[in-house]
């Protein structure tokens, strides 16, 4: 079994920072692409940014400039550093890996329970 644990969510006013942290943990192989994405209320979950094992990034265009992702491989863990955050980032963020295990061949997806972010004054 394999999990993602999201953290570092919360309460910020506009123009603030959060730093979001995804360990994952289980008996995994190999820890691929992995990346957040977020839903806010009333709207489709979208990507928000991704990472490859060799940390090349994709950001979506409304993050660029605000957002970092980056990760750990030694601590199967991944970050989303946002700053100058805007009530329109507002959402319940979940972290996403593409994994392989030790139970069985090939690449599954994984998902975590997510965080809340909200901005607001």
């Known amino acids: 079994q394999v999990q993602l644990v999201e953290s570092g969510g919360g309460l910020v006013q506009p123009g603030g920072s959060l730093r979001l942290s995804c360990v994952v943990s289980?008996?995994?192989?190999?820890?691929?692409?992995m990346a957040w994405h977020r839903q806010a209320p009333g709207k489709q979950r979208e990507l928000v940014a991704s990472?490859?094992?060799?940390?090349?990034?994709v950001y979506a265009d409304s993050v660029k400039g605000r957002f970092t992702i980056s990760r750990d491989n030694a601590k199967n863990t991944a970050f989303l550093q946002m700053i100058s955050l805007k009530p329109e980032d507002t959402a319940v963020y979940y972290c996403?890996?593409?994994?392989?295990?030790?139970?069985?061949?090939?690449?599954?997806?994984?998902w975590g329970q997510g965080t809340q972010v909200t901005v607001s004054s």
């Open positions: 289980g008996r995994l192989w190999t820890i691929y692409d």
């Open positions: 996403n890996g593409k994994i392989t295990t030790l139970q069985r061949i090939g690449i599954d997806e994984y």
């Open positions: 990472i490859t094992r060799g940390s090349n990034t």
